[in-house]
């Protein structure tokens, strides 16, 4: 259907196009404003990166409308994220608070239109995925570079970020929470265990190209990240983090263990010796990863617990249709459920919580894209003999995986840091899967 539409406005407004700079040079407008996004997410409010994401979606129409040939094309994970899409407007037209519904609406379409925006655009650029990449891993640099400074300022906490209670003061870790805004270690943390797979890949993409000066660059900017991820204090980021490396670690095998089986082992050898060191070493970081088992005994755990419960319930009242998207939407009704003492703006699942806002078939709509992206994906590199394809599909589909378990325990996945890279390493699988091949294009 809509493709017909491009079609009729593509022919009947050719005119247009021969006579407009604009129309000429849309890609490079599209492409600037993609790259504004993740520049933009490391030191603005959520309102303003949005704005940018809005004009990468209004130029992305633009496009389909008025150059010729332009048209859409769905894989079937993208039919997955069209139905899970469908049904979050049938919760929206339930929802008991339909206006706060509809500002949590508004950001799922936000963010929905950037994804076809990147996607389409990668679809024929696919040369342009390297220098997003590039940009994501200068960016998470910028914020591991941060994490560290104020790692050695011992920057104060914003707000209770961990309970001290037990702890003596040398198990107390000075929580970083760079520039993204709102300041939050978790949001730091989140952030980068969805964009450090793209500063790993850009390393890897470099070291290919036999630049190796700016590839060595890339690998000790990536190490100083991944430190700054511990910095963070992030239980569910250490999470993520393990998804990365062993992530890394099977996707090197392809190329190492047969050739090269004793170098492969002792590079895995040392990271993990070299993280086991690091924990011993430091109380605070020992401390706070022996946290996670503490299960009640902890008031974080304690208190997650709590809103899984409440949200479970909110969940089993509402399992057809949910309550409505959004955050403020969530708030209203979780005070119905919850337990005295214990608000929450989230569920701390990102599966849970798209249950609670769009019911049981957003969810398996929602797992649906998921899974049918990560089988995709992992057929084209077991299948690849290109390096670089292989590298920035391992990379996207390692981002996906880390950004998924960490959203077991956690809703930063909400925020629009994560929301853009998080969309954009979709992109990069599902475009790859239309045209068959990285260099295409």
């Given at each position: ?82 139905a ?101 270690p ?35 900017l ?28 099977l ?57 899984y ?16 998207c ?8 979780y ?46 590199i ?16 390692i ?36 045209t ?6």
């Open positions: 259907m809509f493709n017909k539409l491009f079609s009729f406005t593509q022919n009947n407004t050719q005119f247009l196009y021969n006579n407009s700079l604009l129309l000429q040079n849309i890609d490079k407008f599209i492409y600037l404003s993609i790259l504004a996004v993740f520049a933009a997410s490391t030191v603005f409010p959520s309102d303003y990166i949005g704005i940018i994401a809005v004009f990468t979606t209004i130029l992305t129409v633009i496009k389909l409308l008025f150059v010729k040939g332009e048209k859409l094309e769905a894989t079937n994970a993208e039919i997955w994220l069209l899970y899409f469908m049904i979050v407007i049938i919760s929206l037209a339930g929802s008991s608070l339909f206006m706060l519904s509809l500002k949590g609406f508004l950001k799922t379409l936000i963010y929905t239109g950037f994804y076809l925006s990147i996607a389409h655009f990668f679809k024929n650029n696919k040369d342009k995925i390297f220098p997003v990449f590039l940009t994501i891993g200068l960016c998470v640099s910028f914020e591991g570079i941060m994490g560290f400074l104020q790692n050695f300022a011992h920057v104060e906490e914003i707000s209770t970020w961990q309970d001290v209670s037990k702890l003596n003061p040398e198990e107390v870790m000075t929580r970083v929470y760079g520039t993204l805004k709102p300041y939050n978790n949001l730091l943390g989140g952030y980068f265990v969805a964009g450090l797979p793209a500063l790993y890949a850009s390393a890897a993409a470099l070291l290919v190209d036999r630049k190796f000066k700016a590839g060595l660059t890339g690998v000790v990536a190490l100083l990240s991944s430190a700054a991820l511990f910095l963070t204090g992030c239980r569910g980021s250490y999470i993520g983090m393990m998804v990365i490396l062993g992530g890394t670690f996707v090197s095998a392809k190329y190492l263990w047969q050739n090269y089986k004793a170098i492969y082992i002792s590079i895995v050898g040392g990271c993990v010796a070299l993280m086991t060191s690091a924990i011993l070493l430091s109380a605070a970081l020992r401390a706070r990863i022996l946290s996670i088992f503490a299960m009640r005994q902890d008031s974080s755990n304690s208190f997650r617990f709590n809103v419960r409440s949200s479970f319930n909110m969940f089993k009242d509402n399992w057809l249709l949910g309550i409505g959004g955050n403020r939407n969530f708030r209203e009704i005070g119905l459920y919850m337990r005295t003492g214990f608000d929450a703006l989230s569920a701390y699942n990102i599966f849970l919580e798209i249950a609670v806002e769009s019911g049981i078939f957003a969810m398996i709509a929602f797992l649906g894209f998921i899974i049918t992206m990560l089988i995709d994906g992992i057929k084209m077991l299948k690849s003999n290109d390096a670089k394809q292989v590298i920035f599909l391992s990379a996207a589909i981002s996906i995986s880390a950004v998924m378990v960490h959203g077991l325990v956690d809703t930063v996945f909400f925020r629009p840091q994560l929301q853009f890279i998080f969309w954009t390493m979709a992109a990069v699988v599902t475009s790859i899967k239309k068959g091949s990285y260099l295409h294009g």
